[in-house]
Protein backbone atom coordinates (compact mmCIF):
# COMPACT_ATOMS: atom_id res chain seq x y z
CA UNK A 1 0.00 0.00 0.00
CA UNK A 2 1.90 3.12 -1.15
CA UNK A 3 1.11 6.52 0.89
CA UNK A 4 1.95 10.16 0.04
CA UNK A 5 2.37 13.23 2.38
CA UNK A 6 2.47 16.71 0.56
CA UNK A 7 4.22 19.41 2.45
CA UNK A 8 5.06 23.02 0.95
CA UNK A 9 3.19 25.13 -1.49
CA UNK A 10 1.38 28.31 -0.40
CA UNK A 11 1.25 31.59 -1.77
CA UNK A 12 4.47 33.37 -3.64
CA UNK A 13 4.44 36.61 -6.06
CA UNK A 14 4.73 35.89 -10.05
CA UNK A 15 8.43 35.46 -10.54
CA UNK A 16 9.42 34.08 -7.24
CA UNK A 17 10.22 29.99 -6.43
CA UNK A 18 8.32 27.03 -4.12
CA UNK A 19 9.17 23.53 -3.51
CA UNK A 20 7.40 20.83 -2.38
CA UNK A 21 8.17 17.93 -0.63
CA UNK A 22 6.21 14.38 -0.47
CA UNK A 23 6.91 11.87 1.78
CA UNK A 24 6.15 7.94 0.58
CA UNK A 25 6.07 4.88 2.30
CA UNK A 26 5.51 1.34 0.05
CA UNK A 27 6.55 0.17 -2.91
CA UNK A 28 7.05 2.98 -5.76
CA UNK A 29 8.59 2.82 -9.41
CA UNK A 30 7.59 6.23 -10.93
CA UNK A 31 7.13 9.32 -8.34
CA UNK A 32 5.95 12.33 -10.03
CA UNK A 33 3.80 15.73 -9.61
CA UNK A 34 0.56 16.67 -10.94
CA UNK A 35 -1.78 19.70 -10.62
CA UNK A 36 -5.17 20.95 -11.17
CA UNK A 37 -6.22 24.55 -11.79
CA UNK A 38 -10.01 25.48 -10.59
CA UNK A 39 -12.85 23.99 -13.42
CA UNK A 40 -9.19 22.64 -15.31
CA UNK A 41 -8.17 18.41 -15.54
CA UNK A 42 -5.81 17.30 -13.70
CA UNK A 43 -2.09 17.49 -15.85
CA UNK A 44 1.05 15.59 -15.43
CA UNK A 45 3.78 18.06 -14.40
CA UNK A 46 6.70 16.17 -13.66
CA UNK A 47 8.04 12.39 -13.01
CA UNK A 48 10.57 10.48 -12.46
CA UNK A 49 11.53 6.31 -12.00
CA UNK A 50 12.41 5.95 -8.46
CA UNK A 51 15.22 4.38 -9.63
CA UNK A 52 17.17 6.88 -11.29
CA UNK A 53 17.41 8.03 -14.48
CA UNK A 54 15.32 10.82 -16.98
CA UNK A 55 13.38 12.88 -15.27
CA UNK A 56 9.79 14.25 -17.36
CA UNK A 57 8.23 17.78 -17.73
CA UNK A 58 5.23 18.85 -18.59
CA UNK A 59 6.03 21.67 -21.66
CA UNK A 60 4.22 24.37 -19.41
CA UNK A 61 7.65 23.70 -16.82
CA UNK A 62 10.48 23.44 -18.23
CA UNK A 63 13.13 25.09 -17.88
CA UNK A 64 11.52 26.28 -14.18
CA UNK A 65 10.79 23.42 -12.13
CA UNK A 66 12.76 20.82 -10.79
CA UNK A 67 11.95 17.58 -9.89
CA UNK A 68 14.47 15.47 -7.48
CA UNK A 69 13.79 12.31 -5.03
CA UNK A 70 15.88 11.94 -1.73
CA UNK A 71 15.89 8.09 -1.55
CA UNK A 72 17.57 7.69 1.41
CA UNK A 73 14.29 9.84 3.21
CA UNK A 74 11.74 8.21 0.01
CA UNK A 75 11.25 11.85 -0.45
CA UNK A 76 10.18 13.52 -3.99
CA UNK A 77 10.59 17.43 -4.85
CA UNK A 78 9.66 19.65 -6.46
CA UNK A 79 11.53 22.87 -6.55
CA UNK A 80 8.96 25.72 -8.79
CA UNK A 81 11.59 28.93 -9.82
CA UNK A 82 10.19 31.61 -11.86
CA UNK A 83 6.55 30.78 -10.89
CA UNK A 84 3.97 32.66 -12.99
CA UNK A 85 -0.01 33.30 -12.34
CA UNK A 86 -0.50 30.26 -14.42
CA UNK A 87 0.70 27.78 -12.01
CA UNK A 88 -2.00 28.57 -9.30
CA UNK A 89 -3.36 24.69 -8.57
CA UNK A 90 -3.35 22.61 -6.39
CA UNK A 91 -0.28 20.04 -6.45
CA UNK A 92 -0.56 16.25 -5.66
CA UNK A 93 2.21 13.81 -5.37
CA UNK A 94 1.63 10.67 -7.31
CA UNK A 95 2.66 7.17 -8.18
CA UNK A 96 2.89 4.40 -10.09
CA UNK A 97 4.18 0.68 -9.44
CA UNK A 98 5.38 0.05 -13.43
CA UNK A 99 5.34 1.37 -16.98
CA UNK A 100 7.05 4.36 -18.73
CA UNK A 101 7.41 6.90 -15.92
CA UNK A 102 7.21 10.07 -18.54
CA UNK A 103 3.26 8.45 -19.09
CA UNK A 104 1.15 10.46 -16.90
CA UNK A 105 -1.60 7.53 -17.18
CA UNK A 106 0.95 5.31 -15.42
CA UNK A 107 0.30 7.12 -11.84
CA UNK A 108 -2.62 4.92 -9.95
CA UNK A 109 -1.37 6.95 -6.17
CA UNK A 110 -2.09 10.07 -5.25
CA UNK A 111 -1.49 12.39 -2.07
CA UNK A 112 -4.30 14.55 -0.45
CA UNK A 113 -2.82 17.55 -2.62
CA UNK A 114 -1.36 21.41 -1.58
CA UNK A 115 -2.27 24.48 -2.57
CA UNK A 116 0.16 26.99 -4.90
CA UNK A 117 -1.54 30.15 -5.17
CA UNK A 118 1.20 32.82 -7.54
CA UNK A 119 0.17 36.15 -7.48
CA UNK A 120 0.88 39.03 -9.72
Known amino acids: QVRLVESGGGSVQAGGSLSLSCAAS?????MGWFRQAPGKQREGVAGLRTGGGSAYYADSVKGRFTISRDNAQKTLYLLMDSLKPEDTAMYYC????????????????WGQGTQVTVTS
Open 94 to 109: AAGVYGWCGDWTMYKT
Open 26 to 30: GYTYC
